[in-house]
């Protein structure tokens, strides 16, 4: 089991942060993911991982939409925070550095554009959106095939969080 040294535990969560599944309760929450399909079975293992920690929060209403890419992602999830429906958004998308500038365009488009739609709806919008230099450290981000650690779990557990206190100051 990893130790997170720079998540304590916050007051009154039941388990210690670092231990796999800490536990909010999310009962009642609507959330949303957007997933690229881009590096499809890194993306696939980092929304399953999500999905698991949320179902661990109580969390059962779970609406998962694909876009192509990760740069598609600010503006699908704008989109469903348009709707009303969700009380928080998890974007995930994967991004590997490849010969050209793409991945230093996207990766600062991507990050500017779910900053911006934090702040502007005043939802979370969980930026689950793994830069990598290679596959190797995707897929070890990402657990797959039992490798490092699914960081889509975190991702999950820190929406719910993050919901959590949003409702507390609405
Ligand atoms: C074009 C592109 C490239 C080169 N690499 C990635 C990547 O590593 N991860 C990812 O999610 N998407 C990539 N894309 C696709 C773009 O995000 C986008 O879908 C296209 O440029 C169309 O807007």
Known sequence: KRKIENAPNPDGAKTIRGLDLPT???AGLHIGIVSARWNSVVCENLVAGAVEALKSCNVTDITTEYVAGSYEIPQAAQVMLES???DGII???CLIKGGTMHFEYISEAVTQGIMRLNLDYKR???YGILGCLNEEQA???AGVDGA???S???WG???VESCLLTKKYS
């Open 124 to 126: 979370p919008v969980i």
């Open 84 to 86: 009303g429906k969700f």
């Open 24 to 26: 909010f309760d999310g």
């Open 148 to 150: 490092g650690h699914n």
């Open 139 to 141: 897929k070890e981000r």
């Open 91 to 93: 974007c995930i998308g």
């Open 152 to 154: 889509g779990k975190d």
């Open 157 to 159: 557990i820190t929406a």
